[in-house]
Nanobody, 114 residues
Framework: QVQLVESGGGLVQPGGSLRLSCATSGFTVSPSAMMWFRQSPGKQRDFVARIVGIADVYADSVKGRFTISRDDINNTVSLQMNSLKPEDTAIYLC?????????WGQGTQVTVSS
């Protein structure tokens, strides 16, 4: 059974940093496409970052500020977020495309505010 559990969200001031983690079970992250999306109330779910193999891709809005990484030993995926802005406020969701299916975690809230 595939499971994804995000952690690390919280309240941070503009310019601050947070590191989100996605703990997984039921599959292996290394050959899978792992991704982060975010969603604000009343808005669609937006792509943030994706990693497949050694290739990572970012949304223009976070490029240069966010870094996605994968820990193949612990089977986790992380998102390091620096220079946070109020517009980064959202629920951040970890996703995995594996075995021909797409799975999502429940999300973790990130709030950027002074």
């Amino acid at each position: 059974q595939v499971q994804l559990v995000e952690s690390g969200g919280g309240l941070v001031q503009p310019g601050g940093s947070l590191r989100l983690s996605c703990a997984t079970s039921g599959f292996t992250v290394s050959p899978s496409a792992m991704m982060w999306f975010r969603q604000s109330p009343g808005k669609q779910r937006d792509f943030v970052a994706r990693i497949v193999g050694i290739a990572d891709v970012y949304a223009d809005s976070v490029k240069g500020r966010f870094t996605i990484s994968r820990d193949d030993i612990n089977n986790t995926v992380s998102l390091q977020m620096n220079s946070l802005k109020p517009e980064d406020t959202a629920i951040y969701l970890c996703g995995a495309f594996t075995g021909g299916n797409l799975y999502w975690g429940q999300g973790t809230q990130v709030t950027v505010s002074s």
